[in-house]
């Protein structure tokens, strides 16, 4: 079955400064890929999403990520944070013709001032 | 339009009694999922509906977890009775069609956190 590894729990940043988000995952048969957005006492909210075509996608606030095959990764990064991008991010994955997606455990990032 | 509903909101029970949470899906979605999410651990799946049919409940621990969606609409999730390892947050979520394994976007609802003292 599929899995998801998150590498990072915590990623403390400044405001404006660039970050990533690291996301691996392994499985034997060809996936799509998701990236959602927890914020405090919300529930999750799809950020973005890779199914097929090109391997960068990118979400409307100015987030995007990179589908790597061959690494089998797909890390989420941001040119420049906002203080309003402190949230809890879940990288997920889910097979061709599976039902069960699986997540991360999370990373939680926080933007200070 | 109207997100996925859930109650209540929070719940803090002993353990060995009974809980029920309550789900309404977004209009018109025809899957409905379970997730429960212990801190510091992503969402795990509990049971996946397809309208009012069961579709995967394989982690479901159906001992003391069981859950229902008889009018294809909305859902309850009941545990009884409860263990202090069943404090978690509980997410639900719709989709609109049968398309999770084709990378079918689901939309949660606010969750509801369950405390077992």
């Known amino acids: 079955a599929q899995s998801v590894t ?7 940043v400044f405001e404006e400064a660039p970050v990533e988000l690291r996301c691996n995952y392994s499985s034997s048969v060809s996936v799509y890929l998701f990236w959602y957005v927890q914020y405090p006492n919300q529930g999750l909210q799809l950020l973005l999403k ?3 075509g090109s391997t960068l996608v990118e979400s409307i606030n100015g987030f995007e990520a990179e589908f790597n095959k061959s690494q089998t990764s797909f890390h989420l990064r941001k040119p420049s944070v906002h203080i309003s991008d402190t949230a809890e991010y879940f990288c997920a994955v889910i097979e061709n013709n599976n039902n069960d997606m699986r997540f991360g455990a ?3 990032l926080t933007v200070k001032p | 339009e ?3 509903a ?4 929070y719940k803090i029970i002993e353990k060995r009694q009974s809980v029920a949470f ?4 977004i209009s018109g979605h025809a899957t409905l999922y379970w997730y429960q999410q212990i ?4 969402p795990k799946l509990l049971i996946q509906f397809q309208n009012n049919g069961v579709v995967d409940d394989s982690q479901l621990p159906k001992d003391r977890f069981s859950a229902e969606r008889l009018k294809g ?11 202090l390892e069943d404090s978690a947050v509980y997410l639900c979520a719709s989709s609109l069609g049968f398309l999770a394994g084709q990378g079918e976007t689901q939309y949660f609802g606010p969750g509801t956190r369950l405390l077992v003292l």
């Open chain 1, 106 to 108: 999370g990373t939680r």
């Open chain 1, 50 to 52: 890779y199914l097929s």
């Open chain 2, 39 to 42: 801190l510091g651990q992503g």
């Open chain 2, 2 to 4: 109207a997100g996925v």
């Open chain 1, 6 to 12: 998150q590498l990072d729990s915590q990623v403390p």
């Open chain 2, 73 to 83: 609409v909305d859902s309850t999730l009941k545990i009884q009775p409860a263990k």
């Open chain 2, 6 to 9: 859930q109650s209540p909101r």
């Open chain 2, 22 to 25: 309550w789900c309404n899906p």
